[in-house]
Every structure is written in structure tokens, then in C-alpha cells.
């Protein structure tokens, strides 16, 4: 599965959108990107993934580039319980892929009042 | 969304005990779990997947003595950490995959072993 980057930590001001970027420069043409996120000390929660076009449902919108080599999760009106870790990993397979994940470091988002 | 569960949700023993720890798919079948740790500020690391009805698959320096992990059913998979010792002390957290190939994580279960 292809590597990513984010910024190891991001605020955000509570009711505004937060946009958290995401590098995938090595992506392949099957690996779709996924968003999970962590709040403390609870399992990982999934947000929102892709392929190719941009995608959004309640929680979240997900923008992936024409090259496909970086996308960004944005929450539209963040709240303080957004606060938390957020995984951005590409992975092959959008449905019965059956595939593990493979978690690399995210990005702390804190919201702040 | 789908619920997985795990149980217990804490858990303290001595040095030299095993603790197993269950991982339960409330309303789907999952032939497929994963089990992770994760010490503080870390991320997730993969520690093995397990298939219902087939032996475990262990990632690359995690003991499958000290790390037993049987899926005996389609909605059940168990840790069991044999001879705990104090640096076992982490996060462990499940996944189980359903039929769509979706997952979805467990609550986690934090072990201490003093």
C-alpha cells in the first residue's frame, strides 16, 4: 500500500471548517483513500473514502486531486468533539478487499473554543 | 454503522498471568478480524489477522506463543496474552471486516500489567 504524509498536528477554531491534507504521491490506480480518525482512547472511526471523485456524506467531504496525489478531508463546521487524530491511508480495494490497514502517524487536530 | 465490541474494556493483572480479551461483531459476520496495539502517542501497529475457522497470520515480530488468537466463530475472535509482563502494558484494538468488505474497530481494551 502506497506511503502518506500529514502534518503531525493542526488547530482549528470551533464552528469553523477545519481541512486536513493529506500527501498520496505514490498512489496506485486501485488504492483508494480512506479517513479514520481516533478520539482519545477509543477505537478508530471511519469517515468518509474515495477513488477518484469527491465524495461527502454527514460527517465529512473528502476532495482528492486530478493527479490523485493528495486529498483533503474537510470537516465544514468543526466542533470540539472533532477533536482528535485523524488517519488519512490509501489502500487497495474499495469493497471486499478484506485488506488490513496501515496506520501512519496522522494529524492531531485540536479544536478550540 | 456495524458494532464491534470488545471486552473487557480494562483490565489490570500481574506479571505472569495470561488475560484474554474478546472481540465480538454484534450484527454482521466478519471472517475476517484484525488485531492491533498501540502504546501512548503512537499509532495503531498490526499485530496479527485473524480468519474464522484457520490458523492466525502474525506480523513480523510478534510472538504467536505470547499472542494466541482464536476465531472460533463468525462473529468472535479472542486475544490471550500469555505470561503478561509489565512492557505488554498497551491498547489493544480490534477490527472485523463484513461481507462488503467494510471495517469497523472496536472500542479498544487497555491492559496494564504490573
Known amino acids: 500500500d502506497a506511503k502518506t504524509t500529514q502534518p503531525p498536528s493542526m488547530d482549528c477554531a470551533e464552528g469553523r471548517a477545519a481541512n486536513l491534507p493529506c500527501n498520496h504521491s505514490t498512489i496506485s490506480g486501485n488504492e483508494y483513500v480512506y479517513w479514520y480518525r481516533q478520539i482519545h482512547s477509543q477505537g478508530p472511526q471511519y469517515i468518509i473514502h474515495g477513488l477518484k471523485n469527491n465524495e461527502t456524506n454527514e460527517m465529512a467531504s473528502l476532495i482528492i486531486t486530478e493527479d490523485r496525489k493528495s486529498s483533503t478531508l474537510i470537516l465544514p463546521h468543526a466542533t470540539l468533539r472533532d477533536t482528535a487524530v485523524y488517519y488519512c491511508i490509501v489502500r487497495v480495494g474499495g469493497g471486499n478487499a478484506g485488506n488490513m490497514l496501515t496506520f501512519g502517524g496522522g494529524t492531531r487536530l485540536m479544536v478550540k473554543p | 454503522g456495524a458494532v464491534v465490541s470488545q471486552h473487557p474494556s480494562r483490565v489490570i493483572c500481574k506479571s505472569g498471568t495470561s488475560v484474554k480479551i474478546e472481540c465480538r461483531s454484534l450484527d454482521f459476520q466478519a471472517t475476517t478480524m484484525f488485531w492491533y496495539r498501540q502504546f501512548p502517542k503512537k499509532s495503531l501497529m498490526l499485530m496479527a489477522t485473524s480468519n474464522e475457522g484457520s490458523k492466525a497470520t502474525y506480523e513480523q515480530g510478534v510472538e504467536k506463543d505470547k499472542f494466541l488468537i482464536n476465531h472460533a466463530s463468525l462473529t468472535l475472535s479472542t486475544l490471550t496474552v500469555t505470561s503478561a509482563h509489565p512492557e505488554d502494558s498497551s491498547f489493544y484494538i480490534c477490527?472485523?471486516?463484513?461481507?462488503?468488505?467494510?471495517?469497523?474497530f472496536g472500542p479498544g481494551t487497555r491492559l496494564t500489567v504490573t
Open positions: 477490527s472485523a471486516i463484513n461481507l462488503a468488505g467494510e471495517q469497523y
